[in-house]
């Protein structure tokens, strides 16, 4: 009987769009030979939480599929041996889990490119003082200090010993 599993990889971020094209086809090959690809969701370039062999970003990528219980093992023997991908883990999909905020490798670098391309729009002669948010950081200062507690604790004084 088969069930429903999920497997996220991160692959070097750093790489061009054909490349990390080629290294998710080869991955999606891999998990093909054993078992049935139902859905794929590309989350995209992210910053790792840590470097992993000097590389500061991945591309993760979402893969369900259904396959027998001990296929796997053997999709997971195959990712050790892949040196592309960074991390991997495959679990059970329990109901119908689907991430938001699909972003395909497509959509990602056309908005790379409309960001690097948008000149930065600054007005000539404007003063800082009259820049919007000029003193939100003196009001952001007042705001972060805690309230001192301004109740009087009456001393407690020694009782007499006799």
Known sequence: MAKKYELIYVLNGTLRADEL?????????IVEASAEIVDIVEWGRRRLA?????IREGYYVLVYFNAEPDAPREIERLLRIY??????????????????????????????????????????????????????????????????????????????ES
Do not use: C, W
Request: net charge negative.
């Open 83 to 160: 040196d592309a991908v960074l991390r991997f883990l495959i679990v059970v999909a329990e109901g119908n889990f689907v991430p938001t905020g699909r972003r395909t490798l497509l959509e990602e670098e056309t908005a790379e490119k409309a960001a690097e391309s948008a000149p930065e729009e600054v007005e000539e002669g404007a003063d800082e003082s009259e820049a919007p948010g000029a003193d939100a950081p003196e009001e952001a200062a007042s705001e972060a200090e805690p309230e001192q507690n301004t109740e009087e604790v009456p001393e407690e004084t020694p009782a007499d």
């Open 50 to 54: 840590y470097e992993i062999q000097d």
């Open 21 to 29: 094209r080629a290294q998710m086809e080869r991955v999606h090959g």
